[in-house]
């Protein structure tokens, strides 16, 4: 059985990855689901310290076809430096794996 890994990724709104999910889940299938939860992220940017409401976007996939999955995020990421995190899953129900495996290319 194939290993799981996340994805994590943060975006500005729920309509931004909303997009990525439909094209990313149902067109290219390289993630099994995307939890979505509304964060409030604190960050200096370009020597600003930044106050966001963002959405964490939690994708669920294979190790198989997690660099296809974070270069998708990467062109179609709103944002000109994407978070883009990928977070191993050791311990993982054997059924909910296997769904996983079998949603995914």
Same mark, same amino acid.
């Given at each position: 059985?194939?290993?799981?890994?996340? %994805?994590?990724? &943060?975006?500005? @709104?729920?309509? /931004?990855?909303?997009?990525?999910?439909?094209?990313? %889940?149902?067109?290219? +299938?390289?993630?099994?689901?995307? @939890?979505? #939860?509304?964060?409030? /992220?604190? $960050?200096?940017?370009? @020597?600003?310290?930044? =106050?966001?409401?963002?959405? !964490?976007?939690?994708?669920?996939?294979t190790?198989? /076809?997690?660099?296809?999955? +974070?270069?998708?995020i990467? +062109? !179609?990421?709103? $944002?000109? #430096?994407?978070? %883009?995190?990928?977070?191993?899953m =050791? =311990?993982? $129900? +054997? &059924? $909910?794996?296997?769904?996983?495996?079998?949603?995914? &290319?």
């Amino acid at each position: 059985m194939q290993s799981g890994v996340i %994805i994590m990724s &943060t975006f500005p @709104n729920q309509e /931004s990855i909303l997009n990525v999910a439909h094209d990313l %889940i149902v067109k290219k +299938k390289l993630c099994a689901c995307i @939890n979505l #939860v509304k964060v409030r /992220s604190l $960050y200096v940017w370009k @020597n600003k310290l930044e =106050d966001q409401q963002e959405f !964490m976007a939690l994708f669920k996939t294979t190790k198989l /076809s997690a660099d296809k999955l +974070k270069s998708e995020i990467k +062109k !179609m990421h709103p $944002y000109e #430096v994407p978070e %883009i995190i990928e977070i191993k899953m =050791d =311990d993982v $129900y +054997k &059924t $909910y794996m296997s769904w996983i495996s079998e949603s995914t &290319t």
